[in-house]
């Protein structure tokens, strides 16, 4: 079983930043782990991604310039360091490790692999 622990959150006012973390238990063979979120209504979107075979760093377009993924490979911990926050990145993020090379994009949409819990971020005066 693998377990995805997100720790931060919380309330930031517009042009603050954040950083969230997250810890992914034992996951065997290469796989991707990646940051989500989520608002009303809406499609679960694919923020970033860092893929433990190498071969590539994602971001989605409208956030790379602002969020920055990171990875603590010892302790297989990732970041999500999101500067110059706005009100409409508010939402609830989350963690995701997924098996082999899957696209981040898919991985939010398909709710592929293991997910957690997920944590309200909000932006607002």
């Known amino acids: 079983v693998v377990h995805v622990v997100e720790v931060g959150g919380g309330s930031v006012q517009p042009g603050g930043s954040m950083t969230l973390s997250c810890t992914i238990s034992v996951f065997t063979g290469e796989y991707v782990m990646a940051w989500g979120r989520q608002t009303p209504g809406q499609e679960r979107e694919g923020l970033a991604g860092i893929y433990t075979s190498g071969i590539s760093t994602y971001y989605l377009t409208s956030i790379k310039d602002r969020f920055r993924i990171s990875r603590d490979s010892a302790n297989n911990i990732i970041y999500l360091q999101m500067n110059k926050l706005k009100p409409e990145d508010t939402a609830i993020y989350y963690c995701?490790?997924?098996?082999?090379?899957?696209?981040?994009?898919?991985?939010?949409?398909?709710?592929?692999?293991?997910w957690g819990q997920g944590m309200q971020v909000t932006v607002s005066l």
């Open positions: 995701v490790a997924a098996p082999g090379n899957p696209e981040v994009r898919r991985v939010a949409a398909e709710r592929q692999g293991y």
